[in-house]
């Protein structure tokens, strides 16, 4: 009778559970002790050499598999039927006190060997023809044998009926794996398709793209001349101051924001093609006020920007430009939330703080915040909670590899107090300095 573990696919070296049985099984000599006072030599012996076939079993159980496999879980059974039987025989045979456990073989055979229902058919007949002719020897009555091999036959019928459900759980776990494993690979190639669809339809919204910005710039450049030929007209127009002054204004709001429409149309070039412009050192507080400031014409009416930024902030590494339009997008993203709320007037604050070898600036409202079921979603490819008219899912996104290409981060979460944080993170401009030339 052998230890061994059952399932082949976790079998990595020897049994270490046998080995362990080997290693025990000689001191159990101190059982003859306490039954007959002595150490009986012979007993000793033989449990010596069973140890010896469980250590050489459970190194050569580890290259076996199939038909060879059972051919050993087979003749193990029947080995350590015999060895156990010689034990019997060498401690008093039919009144030995270990005799009462060889009905008992068959089913403990049946437990160890729970893969191979022929195991405690094995064990069963060789425990009968081994009483038999231990009762025959020692010229006890015929019924005594009769009697011993039907509690053999009925334990070793118990450990076949047992090993059988043991092998069909064994069957339906791993069908039940199998089936598992086949629908995770389907998922897994679901999701390859999905990511590979996104991947053609960013492709093409960048094919897009690149048409529309030339179509675009056409007429920028010829909105932004006519600008030009109009304050010149103006300069040589006799007006009077004021009204000289408000028309000088208009035309500079009206030439900065072309300027504008042209700065994100370059933008979106740039990162269409993944061309990034050279990150300087530039302070928070210019560019938080140029995006609040061009933010201000979508917002005066509804929300309330304040701007909270400590005296001697680090300077971060960044494309002033390209952060001006991620902190504009995302006030114009806070403005709307509170808009559609009806929270209104908002409350959008701007602050920022150093911590450590960091940066950080956040921008946090007083409106809705995010729904639990979108906050995970919300920098996906053209996930939008915007109706079809007003979102597109990409401003995250473009904001979010923006921030990335000067080596920040972009998050979001919800506020305790209510309301929506973004959180960006710079590392101090010497670190970002060292990471990004590295």
Known sequence: ???????????????????????????????????????????????????????????????????????????????????????????????????????CLPLLVAIVYPEEAGSAIVSGVVCMLGVGVLVVLTGHPPAQA????????????????????????????????????RREAAEKLAGTMAAQALSERLATVGRLTAGVMHEINNPLAFVHANLRFLQEELRAQRLSSEARAELEQVLAETRSGVERVQQIVLDLKGFSRRDTEEST???LKDVVE?????????????????????????????????????????????????EESGRVPGQILVRGEARGQRVLLFIEDN????????????????????????????????????????????????????????????PAHDQAAGTLSG
């Open 1 to 103: 009778m052998t230890v061994s573990p059952h399932d082949e696919a976790t079998r990595t070296g020897p049994d270490k559970t046998t080995l362990l049985f080997a290693a025990v099984l000689p001191l159990l000599s101190l059982l003859d002790v306490l039954i007959f006072s002595h150490v009986n030599p012979e007993a000793l012996g033989v449990r010596v050499l069973w140890a010896g076939e469980l250590v050489l079993s459970a190194f050569l159980v580890t290259r076996l598999s199939g038909w060879s496999r059972r051919l050993f879980f087979l003749g193990n059974s029947a080995i350590g039927s015999v060895f156990y039987l010689a034990i019997v025989a060498c401690t008093g045979d039919v009144d030995s006190p270990y005799v009462h456990l060889v009905m």
């Open 146 to 181: 009769i009697t011993w091999a039907s509690l053999v036959a009925m334990t070793s019928f118990f450990g076949v009926v047992g090993s059988t459900q043991f092998r069909r759980a064994l069957e339906a776990r791993n069908e039940a794996r199998l089936e598992r494993t």
């Open 281 to 283: 050192a530039c302070a």
């Open 290 to 338: 140029d995006a609040r400031r061009l933010a201000a014409v979508r917002l005066k009416h509804t929300v309330h920007v304040k701007v909270e930024l400590p005296p001697g902030l680090p300077p971060v590494l960044a494309t002033p430009r390209r952060l001006v339009q991620v902190l504009l997008n995302l006030l114009v993203n806070a403005g709307d939330a509170i």
């Open 367 to 426: 409106g809705p915040g995010f729904p639990p079921e979108v906050l995970p979603r919300l920098f996906e490819t053209f996930f939008t909670t915007k109706g079809p008219e007003k979102g597109t899912g990409l401003g995250l996104v473009i904001s979010r590899e923006l921030l990335k290409h000067c080596g920040a981060t972009l998050t979001a979460e919800n506020r305790e107090e209510g309301g929506a944080r973004l959180r960006i993170e710079w």
